[in-house]
């Protein structure tokens, strides 16, 4: 029975809000929310023909040749999950919605993860972005793995860091919170944004 309740509330957000909730459509008004490199992935947008493995544009060349053609053919997944959650943050939406959007984007986060190489340049971002929203999902313990996890594979990406100590920040810990900027500021000590909340917390 709750597995046809869950089907039946799947199906109503698909019907009732098509470009909301789908998965592989990117508004006009949404492109410009994503980082621009998305524009050169597989993904379908209204800036030019779509981008595709057979023959990539110069600019979607470039960027393989950046990100490796193997996590290319996957990464455009990414940018529909930051579009699903930029979605969950409109007004008037349920929490129910909000979090279905959530779960959403870390399910596209997940496929570029598990189809792209160990290795690649985007991985520590996307473990950090999913950390992001588990914590908004109010799942802080997998939210702190997760951010661990990209702290260790690249220590430099500071807002792996300014993640972390906002778990910690929820949890009421400010110890933990202050400790973990001040490592973040060693790894990367222009970090603004960890300089800002060091400095709030003072």
Not at 3 to 12: D, M, R, Y
Not at 176 to 196: D, F, M, S, T, Y
Request: net charge positive.
């Amino acid at each position: 029975m709750k597995w046809i309740v869950v089907f039946a509330l799947v199906i109503g957000f698909s019907w009732a809000h098509p470009s909301q909730f789908s998965t592989d459509t990117v508004t006009r008004e949404e492109w410009p929310l994503l980082p621009t490199w998305c524009r050169h992935t597989q993904a379908p947008n209204p800036y030019g023909p779509t981008e595709n493995a057979v023959a990539p544009s110069p600019k979607a060349q470039r960027l393989i040749n950046t990100i490796g053609i193997d996590g290319w053919k996957a990464v455009h997944h990414y940018c529909w999950g930051l579009a699903k959650l930029h979605r969950s943050f409109r007004a008037g939406l349920s929490s129910t919605e909000r979090d279905f959007l959530r779960n959403g984007a870390i399910g596209e986060i997940d496929y570029v993860l598990e189809h792209s190489p160990t290795n690649f340049i985007l991985r520590p971002e996307l473990l950090a972005k999913k950390g992001s929203i588990l914590l908004l999902l109010g799942m802080d313990r997998q939210a702190e793995d997760e951010l661990k996890a990209a702290i260790g594979m690249y220590p430099a990406y500071w807002p792996s860091y300014g993640y972390l100590a906002d778990v910690y920040l929820k949890q009421g810990n400010k110890d933990a919170a202050r400790k973990v900027l001040k490592a973040g500021l060693e790894a990367a000590p222009e970090a603004k944004g960890l300089k800002n909340r060091l400095a709030a917390l003072k």
